[in-house]
Every structure is written in structure tokens, then in C-alpha cells.
Nanobody
Framework: QVQLVESGGGLVQAGGSLRLSCAAS????????MGWYRQAPGKQRELVAR???????NYADSVKGRFTISRDNAKNTVTLQMNSLKPEDTAVYYC?????????WGQGTQVTVSS
């Protein structure tokens, strides 16, 4: 069974917007936090944003003011609204869910921002 499924990636022009969504399987027990990471070619994977079950959020400095993470606990989903996109945002974006016993990862969705 797929634990996390991302959607919403695609190609967008600089200054545009995309919305990424991630759905967690109900089989994942007691998710404490969900987040988004990204990895660009030749670079390490980095945290973009995360949100706790209580609604607390953290953002990478590079995306503050442009990206917004939100969560629907009842549906076990997390959304990343990305505005004012820049070419340097181009990467594969991965959804992550931190549960009691392990951390789960999605398969990734490609985001490409053209200039």
C-alpha cells in the first residue's frame, strides 16, 4: 500500500503559483507532523515547510512569505500553496509524515519554474 501520495506538481512560469497536495494513508498511526522537502539536481534534499498536528509551522528562509503549508487532520492531508515562484524553486518535492514509530515519504512530484 502506498503510504503518501503527492499531486499538483507541474510547469509554471516565474511569478506563478502551484498547489501541492499530499494524502496520507489511514494506516499511518498517530502522525505528529507533516512536511514538504525538495531536492534539485546536484543538491541535497532540504526542508521546505512542515506543520504539526497542533498547527505550528516552520518554513525555510528561502520560501517565507511565498509558501504556505496547511493541514486537514481529519483527512490526513497536507497542502503546500506556492506563490511567487522562482526558477530556483525547481525541484522534486517530497511529502513526509512523522509518525510515532517511523517517518514516511512520498514518491515525489516535479515542480519546474521557467524564467
Amino acid at each position: 500500500q502506498v503510504q503518501l501520495v503527492e499531486s499538483g506538481g507541474g510547469l509554471v512560469q516565474a511569478g506563478g503559483s502551484l498547489r501541492l497536495s499530499c494524502a496520507a494513508s489511514s494506516s499511518i498511526f498517530s502522525i505528529n507532523a507533516m512536511g514538504w522537502y525538495r531536492q534539485a539536481p546536484g543538491k541535497q534534499r532540504e526542508l521546505v515547510a512542515r506543520i504539526t498536528s497542533s498547527g505550528g509551522t516552520n518554513y525555510a528562509d528561502s520560501v517565507k512569505g511565498r509558501f504556505t503549508i496547511s493541514r486537514d487532520n481529519a483527512k490526513n492531508t497536507v497542502t503546500l500553496q506556492m506563490n511567487s515562484l522562482k526558477p530556483e524553486d525547481t525541484a522534486v518535492y517530497y511529502c513526509s509524515a512523522v509518525a510515532v514509530f517511523t517517518t514516511y515519504w512520498g514518491q515525489g512530484t516535479q515542480v519546474t519554474v521557467s524564467s
